[in-house]
Nanobody, 123 residues
Framework: QVQLVESGGGLVQPGGSLRLSCAAS????????AGWFRQVPGKEREFVAG????????RYADSVKGRFTISRDNTKDTVYLQMNSLKFEDMAVYYC????????????????WGRGTQVTVSS
């Protein structure tokens, strides 16, 4: 399994931006599809964005389309989530996930997960 460590969370005002990073180790990361999920207390974890092994193909939840951008740098074994125009409803713990199966990641069934990073949106 791949080890994943998220960073970049924090406090931001509505309309602001943050960039999350997810550093992978232990495997050839270019063999893994990667994604970002988020969860708020009392709710299920939800898919936010996914990126293919090469980084060419991306997918987004409707709620973040046009505001969030997922990317990856396989030379650094890192996946990013650029979040712009943040809203109160974006506040959550954000998790990175990876699996050799893209469908597994998008379904929330990835084999590897990070511990999460908190994003707080507050004025």
């Amino acid at each position: 399994q791949v080890q994943l460590v998220e960073s970049g969370g924090g406090l931001v005002q509505p309309g602001g931006s943050l960039r999350l990073s997810c550093a992978a180790s232990g495997v050839n990361f270019s063999d893994y599809y990667a994604g970002w999920f988020r969860q708020v207390p009392g709710k299920e974890r939800e898919f936010v964005a996914g990126v293919s092994w090469s980084g060419v193909t991306t997918r987004y939840a409707d709620s973040v389309k046009g505001r969030f951008t997922i990317s990856r740098d396989n030379t650094k074994d890192t996946v990013y989530l650029q979040m712009n125009s943040l809203k109160f409803e974006d506040m959550a713990v954000y998790y990175c996930a990876a699996d050799t199966s893209g469908s597994a990641v998008r379904a929330g069934a990835a084999a590897s997960w990070g511990r999460g990073t908190q994003v707080t949106v507050s004025s």
